[in-house]
């Protein structure tokens, strides 16, 4: 089954289950015979982002190229499910921007700061507390929640599958997806 590409923008705090959710999302677009691609801030500051830092330019930079890559992948007719904090709205809006009606949802994963530093799978919140990671969102960095997100996911108060459903749900009430 061809579908047509568009991004899916995922939007938290660390901790808060973006990439993981992406990628229960990817294994059921997969599954239902959709091509889709999971684009996180990790893996493109592994390759294409290695030579950004953590700069307010550099990151705004980063969501830039991500924007970018997406274009490109929704233009094959991939699904890209792109998990950043995304900590700025003007970032966000800018990103909007690169897309035609309807290619872009916003999907804010809202989760609590202390439910995410309880999560920590990476112990960063541990190391901005004690000063060693300096601009780290949600602690020494502002993170401005979406005022107009298409989908609020509840990341605290459900499970990763009934997120995944409740984006499926969306996707088909919105007619993005069809025969799902």
Same mark, same amino acid.
């Given at each position: 089954? &061809?579908?047509?590409?568009? @991004?899916?923008?995922?939007?938290g705090?660390?901790?808060?289950g973006?990439? /993981?959710?992406a ?6 677009l ?24 953590f700069?307010?330019? !550099? ?8 924007? =970018? @890559? ?5 233009? /094959?007719? /991939? ?11 003007? !970032? &966000? ?21 202390? @439910?995410?530093?309880?999560? !920590?799978?990476?112990?960063?919140y ?20 979406? =005022? ?8 605290? +108060? +459900?499970?990763?599958?009934?997120? @995944? ?14 025969q799902?």
């Open positions: 089954m &061809r579908s047509t590409g568009y @991004v899916l923008w995922f939007t705090l660390s901790g808060a973006k990439t /993981t959710l990628n229960r999302l990817h294994h059921e997969n599954a239902k015979g959709l091509s889709s691609y999971v684009l996180d801030g990790d893996r493109l500051r592994l390759g294409l982002n290695r030579d950004l830092d700069s307010p330019e !550099d990151r705004s930079e980063n969501l830039r190229r991500a924007g =970018e @890559v997406s274009k490109i992948l929704i233009e /094959t007719g /991939t699904i890209v499910l792109a998990a950043f904090i995304s900590p700025s709205k003007s !970032d &966000r809006h800018r990103i909007r921007q690169m897309f035609s009606d309807g290619k872009y949802i916003e999907v804010y994963v809202q989760c609590p700061l202390h @439910v995410c530093e309880s999560r !920590d799978p990476k112990g960063l541990k190391k901005a507390r004690r000063g060693a990671i300096p601009d780290f969102t949600g602690i020494t960095a502002a993170y401005e929640e979406p =005022e107009s997100p298409e989908l609020v996911i509840q990341a605290d +108060q +459900q499970s990763i599958s009934a997120c @995944v459903q409740q984006i499926l749900v969306y996707l088909r009430t919105r007619g993005i997806m069809h799902m």
